[in-house]
């Protein structure tokens, strides 16, 4: 998949973020990927009536976008199994790269979470990843969307490589990351807790 | 008769799958191209936008000016430089102004840990961001940060390291997903 291309004309992109200059920017990038039709809303509400009436093939959304977020619109339509674009992919963008927003976009059964601010490269870099790599949907009782649970199988392709990159090896790659002394010195440790 | 592409969505499509057979039609330009082609239409929309960045720039700095000034109502201007801050973080690094978008990261960090009782507020790390804004507004035009305030830029990021060390060593007094400043 190196160098991988993908096509996007032909398709409608909903853009749904809050910040005016924000939105400028993605679209752009949408535009100079070829992106057919790109549909910007600034609320939730806003979001909403697009998705009632016009097809749509992703959605970009913000968590703070007003009134009920970004994530718990993200929820409402992974969530309704009547709703159509249920499986729609859904990419989130923010500058709040918290543990606890990432896990929350994670839960709310998002695609992927993109960074901001952010480039050209690294949306051509997350569309890409999407379209040749789409995950199985899980339906449980108290989540919906691509299954969480992937491995890291090298870095992205086409990414640039940073010296921070190494500590992804792929899995497979290397040994097991525990020694068997390792795990008898945590055994002990936790056994010697438990009797505490 | 063309089919409508924008109507409304049929029952049965699978928007996960449509979307990958989609993207996966060949014809598309090559990636090298389609980066290219955005980074005109960033180009495009800087002169524009550049004129928001300074405008933010300015709005910010009166913002901290006020929260420096006005002990009564900090928490009112403080939002407000936050809500700035998160706007100027946001577009000032996608269109290459690393300056802005540095200080502009820099205090989302500091008022983030500040809203969540992780750090008591840095009276002389937001003075320092100030003048570095105050700078900045006068490079704002530039691509990248300028030569002469690449040590400025150095500084403020040693400054911020040492802050994140002595933001992680205090006790957390309150639930980190829950923010008061905004």
Redesign the interface.
Known sequence: VR??????????FLVADP?Q??S??IQ???????VS?IIEARTTKDAMEVM???????LLCEPRLPRHGGLAFIRSIRRNPEN??????ILVIT??T?T?VIKEARDSGVNMVVA??????V??ER??W???H?RK?VDSSRYFG?DRRFKIEGLPD?SEHRASDAAATPVGDSGPVLSQSDIDNLLQAAGSGIAK | MMKDVTAAPEEDVDFGERFARLALRPGGPSRQVAIQRAQTELARLKPELSRLIATGCRDLEAALLMAKRDDQDRAHHIKQAYAISESLRDVAGSLGFSFVGLIASNLCTIFEAVSTGGLPYPRDIIGCHLQALQLAQANVRQDGIAAELQEVAAGLTKTMRLLKSAAASAPVVTDPSDDHVR
């Open positions: 160098g991988a291309t993908i096509n996007l004309a032909g398709m409608s910040s200059p924000s400028a920017v752009g990038i949408f535009r100079g990927f070829g039709r009632i009436d016009q097809k749509i093939d992703l159509p674009f249920r499986t729609i992919p500058g709040d918290r606890c901001k601010p952010t480039s050209p490269t949306l051509y569309l890409t999407v379209a040749f789409p949907y691509p086409g």
